[in-house]
């Protein structure tokens, strides 16, 4: 994405507004890091009703011609973390160290290893068993239902769609499926979340720091891990997937030929392959684990977290802090699957996403 807005800058096109969004972007990274990139106008749109009132505004200041050169340009302080934020920190005091409502008596898991492993060579038609074509067939590539079509015959249709752009990607190795997986010995204490080298907990080798909720249930990702008082021994699963580096390279190349549907297109895919590799994955941590039985019984029902547990990927407000990609991925040794950290904190290649694997059961989407 970077690189595509420098490319644009290079290309005397800062004067076209750029509105961004999805799963893989960020308010704070599209607001503070990519304006500072781009010369021009840059939105966030977090769904299509802030996509549709930043073009009414930019409607109104072409039609009535007003001067309003920071709409697009500045960071727009009251919406970004509060970790970005100029002001006093205003979290309310009071706050309990761990959410009452969260069970500290839950199943334990023992995990088969500790400390990280990679997998690479997966086939990418057993991953696109993983895809959410609803993401894909609607978010990503914009396709909506023709004709009065109901869901089903609407899938059906750009299924065929699917298909081509596989059989191209696949033609021409675009799409290098790479995983690094691991376990680690666990323990929480407030709201954050330790990890040590082994059983015996006198190593501490990682700290994450999570969000709380300030209204009830005072939910924190660190409460689905056992306190560092517990004599119990509990365990925290991290993934990190990419889609390799061809990719990126190839949709960088048909931008750069205005090629922009089929960049549209190939992105997407890529983008939304990551997401079933992580998905695919997941389902693998939970086999590991011994919890696979608990699934629901579709796939479809994966994508509702029909399953026992989360993952959590940085980024999305339960676990916003884009710093803690470089953690992850020095954990996790990601330079093994060729997987690095920019100085934004966003994973390269761009088709890249990790996770924290939480078994308890309460461990599900959440807004702190």
């Not at 807005?5 to 990274?29: D, I, K, Q």
């Not at 068993?129 to 109901?150: H, I, K, S, V």
């Not at 709201?191 to 080798?205: A, C, K, V």
């Not at 689905?224 to 008082?229: E, K, N, Y």
């Amino acid at each position: 994405m970077r690189e595509n807005l420098e490319l644009m800058n290079e290309r005397g096109m800062s004067h076209v507004p750029v509105l961004l969004g999805g799963a893989a972007l960020t308010r704070t990274y599209v607001e503070r890091d990519l304006r500072q990139v781009y010369a021009g106008r840059l939105f966030y749109g977090k769904d299509a009703f802030e996509g549709l009132r930043v073009l009414d505004r930019l409607g109104e200041i072409r039609r009535d011609n007003e001067d309003d050169p920071t709409f697009g340009r500045e960071i727009s302080e009251r919406k970004v973390f509060r970790r970005f934020r100029d002001e006093a920190d205003d979290t309310p005091e009071g706050l309990p160290s761990r959410s009452p409502d969260v069970d500290e008596d839950n199943p334990l898991f023992t995990p088969p290893f500790l400390g990280s492993r990679v997998a690479k060579g997966m086939s990418v038609d057993e991953i696109s068993d993983y895809l959410n074509q609803t993401a894909l067939f609607r978010n990503q590539w914009g396709f909506r239902p023709e004709n009065g079509e109901d869901d089903p015959a609407f899938k059906e249709r750009v299924s065929a769609t699917l298909r081509e752009q596989l059989g191209i990607a696949k033609e021409g190795s675009l799409l290098v499926p790479q995983v690094v997986w691991g376990h680690y010995a666990a323990a929480s204490s407030g709201n954050d979340l330790i990890l040590y080298r082994d059983d015996t907990r006198t190593e501490e080798i990682a700290r994450f720091t999570f969000p709380r909720q300030h209204v009830a249930p005072f939910l924190c990702i660190a409460d689905f891990f056992r306190s560092v008082d517990s004599s119990e021994l509990d365990y925290a699963s991290f993934m990190l997937v990419t889609m390799g580096e061809r990719v990126s390279e190839r949709c960088q190349e048909l931008f750069a030929e205005n090629r922009y549907t089929d960049y549209l297109l190939l992105h997407g895919l890529g983008v939304e392959m990551a997401e079933a590799l992580a998905e695919m994955w997941h389902r693998r941590i939970r086999d590991e684990l011994g919890y696979l039985e608990e699934d629901g019984p579709t796939l479809t029902g994966l994508f509702r977290q029909q399953y026992r547990g989360g993952r959590y990927s940085w980024g999305y407000p339960a676990c916003p802090d884009l710093t803690d990609n470089a953690k992850v991925a020095a954990l996790l040794e990601s330079e093994r699957i060729g997987v690095t950290v920019s100085e934004g904190f966003q994973l390269h290649p761009e088709q890249t996403t990790d996770a924290i694997i939480c078994h308890h059961p309460m461990a599900k989407y959440f807004v702190a």
